[in-house]
């Protein structure tokens, strides 16, 4: 079996690492490049960085802030928010992105998915999906852009399948009724989406102890769980995350991988 990865999410707003529930009300946590050394110490397979305004601002992501964490860190990073075109993917790679993450740009231009994976290969594209459920009960998956500040006609399955069409390598998708509120992931849409698509899924809103991502990882089939909330507080270490996640029969990357494991 593939490792499934453990992925520390900085929300960024204003130079400043913020976390929200719901995606409002969003308290300072602390400083993203101080943050990123210390979760790629600490046994983090990846991070994620997300510049949570541009988009609603119409800016650009904060390529120096990037630039400083890159330099920092030695696991893959993902950086995202206020990426819209060719120029602004190579900024960012160029800062020292090893993937790029878009949502509201993917949503308002789906062509630009295929532009991007046909330039930097689908390796570098994470597309991200944030998703609320229709409020009428019909259990609907509406996915917003800009921050979740709009919601659009877009339905989370055909839009998956869609992303997946296009180039996109990654899917990262957020729950935005679960988000902050950990009380777990959505698992069983995680599961359809695995059914219903083939590229990795990164599973995004809701985690709260070892045991949502467990089931998010098993029961949700999602191939990565991202988390914020119970790794900026301390309520969970990532090295013992991973070594109850191995005791329970997950595959994870530990400090010294087995033969065995497919990297």
Known sequence: MLVKRI????????????????????????????????????????????????????????????????????????????????????????????????NTAAVLDPTLITRIASKYGSRFIVVAI???????????????????????????????????????????????????????YAVDTYARLADETTIPIIASGGAGNTRHILDVLTRGKADAALAASIFHYGEIRIKDLKRQLAEAGVPVRLDDPSPNEII
């Not at 943050?35 to 790629?40: C, F, K, N, R």
């Not at 696991?75 to 206020?82: E, R, Y």
């Not at 960012?92 to 790029?100: E, H, V």
């Open 7 to 102: 992925i520390p999410c900085l929300d960024v707003k204003e130079g400043k690492v913020v976390k929200g529930i719901n995606f409002v009300d969003f308290r300072e946590v602390g400083d993203p490049v101080e943050m990123g050394i210390a979760y790629s110490r600490e046994g983090a397979d990846e991070l994620v960085y997300l510049d949570i305004s541009a988009s609603l601002e119409g800016r650009k992501t904060f390529t120096g802030q990037v630039s400083r964490i890159a330099e920092r860190i030695d696991i893959p990073f993902t950086v995202g928010g206020g990426i819209s075109s060719y120029d602004d993917a190579a900024r960012l790679i160029d800062a020292g992105a090893d993937k790029i993450s878009i």
């Open 130 to 184: 944030d998703a609320r459920q229709d409020a009428t009960g019909k259990l609907l998956w509406q996915v917003t852009t800009h921050g979740g500040k709009v919601t659009t006609d877009k339905e989370l399955y055909s839009w998956a399948r869609e992303v997946q069409e296009r180039g996109a390598g990654e899917m990262l998708f957020t729950s935005m009724d679960h988000d902050g509120t950990r009380n777990g």
